[in-house]
Structures are given as C-alpha cells and as structure tokens.
T-cell receptor
Framework: AQTVTQSQPEMSVQEAETVTLSCTYD???????LFWYKQPPSRQMILVIR??????QNATENRFSVNFQKAAKSFSLKISDSQLGDAAMYFC???????????????FGTGTRLTIIP | DTGVSQDPRHKITKRGQNVTFRCDPI?????LYWYRQTLGQGPEFLTY????????KSRLLSDRFSAERPKGSFSTLEIQRTEQGDSAMYLC??????????????FGPGTRLTVT
C-alpha cells in the first residue's frame, strides 16, 4: 500500500518570501501521479499542482513549483512571493496512474498548516 | 459549472441516530468519491462510484455505512447508529474519466458531522 508523509505540521513565512513544504511517499509502482492540494479554512480543497512520475521536468504553476526527486521519493512544494491568500492547510497526495479497480483513490498526507506573516 | 455541492454543511446528532448526507457532483462527471477527514489528518478514501455502480469500498466503511448513487447523478452517504468516532468531515469529490480528461478530482465543501 502507498503511504504519504508530511513531517511539518506547521510552517510560517513572511509575506513575499519563499517557503518550501516537504513530502515523502512510498510506493512500489513506477508510474503514478503526485499532487499538492490546498484547503483554506472552512473552504473546499483545490488542486494546486500535479506531477506525473514519468516526467523528469518539475511542474510549475505560476508562483508554485515542485521539486520531484523520484529516486528519493520526495515531492516538495515551493511557494514563491507568498501572499496572505496562501494561508491554508496543504496536503500532499498520491494516486496510481492505472485507472483500474482499486487504483483511483487519492492517498493523502497529514497536511502542513501554512501561516503567512504580514 | 457550479462545482461539487454537499448538504448539509454541518450536522449535529446524538449517538445512535441515523444521518444521511448528500453530494451533487459536477454535472458531466461520471466518477464520484467519498472521503472522511478527521481533525489533524488528511482525507481518507471511503468509496467511489462509476455512474451508479459502486466500484470500491474501503475497509473503513463499516456495515453501518452505506452509499448510493441512484441514476448516476447525486450520491447519498448514510451512517446508521452513529458513534462518537464517526465525528469527522465527510468530503465528496467528482471527476470525469474520459479520453483527454485530466482525471482531476474536484472536491466539495464537506459535511461536518458531530456526534454527541
């Protein structure tokens, strides 16, 4: 079974600075998806960024980028130019690529609460 | 596209009572998922549907839990004889499984259940 570990329960960053959230995972699969989801207080979870394991190039979405280290099974999220609206719980998640029975579920880490200091 | 909606947003019930939650997915989405999120934890998978067929159930889904998706549209999750350990946020998500789709799961706002 796959597992996802987020070792930083809380992080804080000054507005406009850069912060990196860590995630490690364990799987025996060679191809899979990794995700970072953002869950603002009392609001629904939204997808921040997605990485396909077969792609060597790290995914980037505006101020958000990942550092994907497949051999180390590490998948960190970097937020540049942090903004007050970035304050939220951030969850790292894993999903198999094969969309067969039993392979669609997302496996989440325990989350990192990010606070932005004005 | 109005997004995934869930009703109610909050439910307080006494131990032993039955509760039912509803999820309305994005209209063209054929897959619907239920997750449970307890305080300080990430969401945990419960079950999912392809149209009206329930394709997988987690072992977290005890026999007190039942989920349905009649006609492949909205879904309901019922918990019978609630226990305090059932207190959690119940999240619904939907996705479109089709060629060229991203298979991204879109989440609803959740139903927060408190069992007293």
């Amino acid at each position: 079974a796959q597992t996802v570990t987020q070792s930083q329960p809380e992080m804080s960053v000054q507005e406009a600075e850069t912060v990196t959230l860590s995630c490690t995972y364990d799987t025996s699969e060679s191809d899979y998806y990794l995700f970072w989801y953002k869950q603002p207080p009392s609001r629904q979870m939204i997808l921040v960024i997605r990485q396909e394991a077969y792609k060597q190039q790290n995914a980037t979405e505006n101020r958000f980028s990942v550092n994907f280290q497949k051999a180390a099974k590490s998948f960190s999220l970097k937020i540049s130019d942090s903004q007050l609206g970035d304050a939220a719980m951030y969850f790292c998640a894993y999903r198999n690529t094969v969309l067969n029975f039993g392979n669609e579920k997302l496996t989440f880490g325990t989350g990192t609460r990010l606070t932005i200091i004005p | 596209d109005t997004g995934v909606s869930q009703d109610p947003r909050h439910k307080i019930t006494k131990r032993g009572q039955n509760v039912t939650f509803r999820c309305d997915p994005i209209s063209e989405h054929n897959r619907l998922y239920w997750y449970r999120q307890t305080l300080g934890q990430g969401p945990e998978f419960l079950t999912y549907f392809q149209n009206e067929a329930q394709l997988e159930k987690s072992r977290l889904l005890s026999d007190r839990f039942s989920a349905e998706r009649p006609k492949g549209s909205f879904s309901t999750l019922e918990i019978q004889r609630t226990e305090q350990g059932d207190s959690a946020m119940y999240l619904c998500a939907s996705s479109l499984i089709a060629e060229l789709s991203s298979y991204e799961q879109y989440f609803g706002p959740g139903t927060r259940l408190t069992v007293t």
